[in-house]
């Protein structure tokens, strides 16, 4: 039979009697609270009916070593009224006391009241607000990318799970502000008018999900980028963070057994930390200076051309420009071709970008490019095909001269399309169209005027018509 466990707890910080009752209820099962850190430490005892106080030290600073003199005579008064120490962490020191009915450790219910709010600005509301900020910052960076390239973010399942995780990390950790704010406004009146504790209410049962749910959405965002290399700088990133709170937590667990002072292991984290930002922004400039950060994919093979060596892909595209010359530019002049496809699937919307270029060395061969985007969800049709529409109506300036961009709908065309656009440029029909066939939309570049017959083409190969 094991005589320890280990669980992560679900309380508030200041949520007093949910912890005094859990511990309790803990103690009758046989179970005695003896460390808190990452999760909360239980040892094996003789079940019986234990009481339990969670108090608070404000005093106590996260650099300062563990049973300072200010803590020792704190804990001697307890101790000399029969409370004996379960567990600290930080300002939430927790005792129990296994006399029947025991004097109460805390008679001042304001300055009790005081005193949770003094540790929770040191601890408890200082994590959550850094935390709100880094969450926050990192929807903020996926909206963006939502607002500049909507079509392609809904398409990157990473993107997507990982602005839902963030999301969630952010609602959740917002609602427990606010709670803890509306809480002390409440404790504060409460104890002053009426000499009573007002009791903090529990999180709440969904609530308690929340973070795991936002932690399971962050892992499968970190699942999706595999098939990026982006997933590479993730990994040494976390890999450094890894490195650098065990070295530091190791560091500061050591000076504070040897009694260091606060000011002296504060300056040391502080050391530590800047010497890991300095290290971790040194690795990340060798490694992007060196082209093994973010590097692209290995191209199916490389030719030479005036002196210089070129990069050209072999993916196997839906739809080639010898598909649509129908045999004109047969199996020899492929290799004079860069093929490269890349595919993004979510479950809201497909999305496929392909292009087939001319090597330098290959002569006056035509190439094109075309997007294919699916939507599984009808109800966003419209918004996709105005996202798309949107991304073909803007101007700039050009030779001092103000140009203008836009899509015009053509009468002619496709064959089995629902709608079809072509692009201008100041009035002058450009190469290029947006074609609809049903619940899918194509956008086609070519090198050449597209007649009838390879419209159609088009509808068979990437409009399923």
Not at 246 to 254: E, K
Not at 360 to 383: E, F, S
Request: some cysteine; aromatic content about 14%; proline content about 3%.
């Amino acid at each position: 039979m094991r005589d320890k466990k280990r669980c992560i707890p679900e309380f508030s910080f200041y949520d007093k009697a949910g912890i005094r009752r859990y511990l309790e209820e803990q103690a009758q099962k046989g179970w005695m609270l003896e460390k808190m850190s990452f999760g909360w430490v239980f040892r094996k005892i003789e079940p019986g009916k234990i009481h339990f106080s969670v108090t608070y030290f404000p005093e106590k600073s996260v650099f300062e070593a563990e049973g300072s003199e200010r803590q020792r005579i704190f804990w001697d008064f307890c101790e000399h009224a029969g409370w004996k120490l379960a567990a600290t962490n930080e300002q939430m020191q927790i005792f129990y006391n296994e006399n029947p009915e025991p004097v109460p450790i805390e008679t001042d219910v304001v300055m009790e009241v005081e005193k949770i709010q003094k540790s929770a600005k040191k601890s408890f509301l200082m994590t959550y607000v850094l935390l709100l900020i880094s969450v926050l910052l990192q929807v903020g960076i996926n909206l963006d990318r939502l607002h500049k390239d909507p079509l392609g973010t809904l398409a990157d399942n990473s993107i997507l799970f990982l602005t839902a995780g963030s999301a969630l990390l952010a609602l959740y950790v917002l609602r427990e502000i606010i709670r803890y704010v509306c809480w002390y406004q409440k404790a504060k009146k409460a104890a002053e008018t009426e000499g009573r504790f007002a009791a903090a209410k529990g999180i709440g049962r969904l609530w308690r999900k929340v973070p795991y749910f936002a932690g399971i959405c962050i892992i499968l965002g970190m699942v999706f980028l595999s098939s990026s290399q982006i997933l590479r700088v993730f990994l040494v990133v976390l890999a450094l963070v890894f490195l650098y709170v065990v070295l530091a937590g190791s560091v500061l667990s050591f000076m504070k057994r040897r009694g260091g002072g606060a000011a002296l292991n504060r300056l040391t984290f502080i050391g530590l930390t800047v010497l890991f930002f300095g290290a971790l922004l040194h690795v990340m400039f060798m490694m992007a200076a060196k082209g093994n950060l973010i590097s692209p994919r290995e191209p199916a093979r490389t030719y030479e051309f005036n002196g210089r060596i070129y990069k050209a892909y072999q993916d196997e595209l839906p739809l080639t420009v010898g598909d649509l010359w129908q045999g004109e530019y047969d199996d020899k002049s492929r290799n004079f071709y860069s093929y490269e496809l890349t595919e993004k699937e979510s479950p809201i919307l497909a999305r496929m970008e392909a292009w087939q270029v001319p090597r330098r060395d290959a002569g006056n061969l035509p190439g094109m490019r075309y997007t294919v985007t699916k939507i599984k969800i009808p109800c966003l049709y419209d918004w996709c095909l105005g996202a798309v529409k949107e991304n073909y109506s803007y101007s700039r300036e050009y030779n001092g001269k103000t140009t203008y961009f836009e899509l015009r709908e053509e009468d002619a065309a496709f064959r089995g399309a629902d709608e079809a656009y072509r692009v201008y440029w100041d009035n002058e029909a450009e190469k290029e169209y947006v074609v609809c066939y049903g619940d899918v939309i194509v956008e086609i570049n070519t090198e050449w005027e597209l007649t009838e017959e390879q419209m159609g083409i088009v509808g068979e190969k990437l409009g399923g018509k």
